[in-house]
């Protein structure tokens, strides 16, 4: 369990160290996002923040996104996990650069942790750096990494219940992708039962159905992340 960001199971005598801890460690947190999101400015570079649980294809999504907006877009990628290098190597057979940042036992990427790997790839003007969160439906909502927007996915093996069970990261999103919409047939998932709970923790984000593998509603996906590219200026990054 993470003890740093306020989901350990710390008993009474320790609650109040606890909440010093994790005000001290957003504190410092805040700062360095404050830095990457200054920093990527300055070289007008856009940042996405991808979260999920497990397993709710985010990597797959990049793999086809980054093909298909070649050309268009130029994409670079931070990789989150607790280990291996597994999913920065899937990403680089694409083409797109990829900085993997293994977090051992944290449950989430930190600003200072993407801020090394943002000046590692040293993206162009005008790219946008895909973040690929750590899985994990609790602390990565919590954390300011410096990023532009924030997409939440959900597949829909998971059932609908997700934005209730867990509000606060589907309240901090702007965009919510419902993946893996192919397995519908299959599924007793609710579709409207989920955009229902999704406008009631965040009516203002859009929810995309999409699947990857069937290449159902990229596009749409795709023209939202091209909104955020940034047109590159005469002269490049200072």
Known sequence: MCGTCGCDDSREAAEARTLRLEVDVLARNEESARDNRAWLAARRVS??????????????????????????????????????????????????????????????????????????????????????????????????????????????TEGEDKPSKYPHMYRVADLVLLTKVDLLPYLAFDGDLFAGSVRLVNPSAPVLPVSATADTGLADWYGWLRARSCPPTTGGPP
């Open 47 to 156: 940042a996405v923040n991808l979260m999920s649980s497990p397993g709710a294809g985010k990597t797959t999504l990049l793999e086809h996104t980054i093909r298909a907006v070649a050309g268009t877009v130029t994409c670079a990628v931070v990789e989150g996990d607790q280990e291996t290098p597994l999913d920065a190597e899937r990403i680089r057979a694409t083409g797109a650069r990829a900085v993997q940042v293994n977090t051992g036992t944290g449950c989430h990427l930190e600003a200072a942790m993407v801020g090394r790997a943002l000046r590692e790839l040293d993206p162009p003007p005008g790219a946008v750096v895909l973040i690929e969160n750590v899985g994990n439906l609790v602390c990565p909502g919590l954390f300011d990494l410096g990023e532009s927007a924030r997409v939440v996915l959900a597949s829909v």
